[in-house]
């Protein structure tokens, strides 16, 4: 049983290390199926060209977060790289409640809180790259971080890489179709 919520929504959780391609796969995937809801995190970091606040996150100062923090609104909550980064408890209770299907893109240490949490409610899919080389050609070829940021991320990711089989599925991003088909397959199952 679930710690905190009931209802027939359902949870699936994706979790990957920076620069793996999980963006890409999810945005796929949410256009395939637009029944999937995806959660709307917190986060102190800076927006990306791009982005907008209240879409791929709720952009707040660190002041801002903390004070979030000690109200007790997040259902989790984690340090990724330098920033923090939090999930609304209030918007995925009501959304569950609501029979909505949940998406998450979580960091390890969050998906690690999620399934304390939720138990088996939260199907997590880890999606590894084919290597950390690759991972890093990704990154930069992505362009949006500096050499210190890069760093940050490549060291997380060797850390998160020994998790990958921690999880309830793992899809390989090596060829973005081939990955693409096994994270529909899953999902399909899940979702029914
Ligand atoms: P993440 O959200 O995991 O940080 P992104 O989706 O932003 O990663 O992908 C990182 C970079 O790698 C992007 O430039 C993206 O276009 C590219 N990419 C994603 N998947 C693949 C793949 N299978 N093969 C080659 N490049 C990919
Ligand atoms: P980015 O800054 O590249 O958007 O995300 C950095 C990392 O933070 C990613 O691994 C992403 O999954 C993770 N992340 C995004 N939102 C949350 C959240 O609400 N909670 C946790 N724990 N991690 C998150």
Redesign the pocket.
Known sequence: MSKGVTGEGKIIVI????GTG?STLIKRLKEEYPNLLESV???T?GIRPGEKNGE??FFVSRDEFLAMKEKGEFL???Q??D?F???SKSFVEDKLKEGKFLLF???V??TDSFKEYFSNKANVIFIAPPSVETLEQRLRGRGTEDESSLNIRLTNAKKELKRQDDFDFKVINDDLERAYKDLTSIVSKVIG
Do not use: C, F, I, M
């Open positions: 979790v990957a290390p920076s999980k995190s917190y986060t970091r791929s996150y989790e909550w984690a990724v790289h920033n980064y939090g999930t893109d979580l960091d240490q969050g």
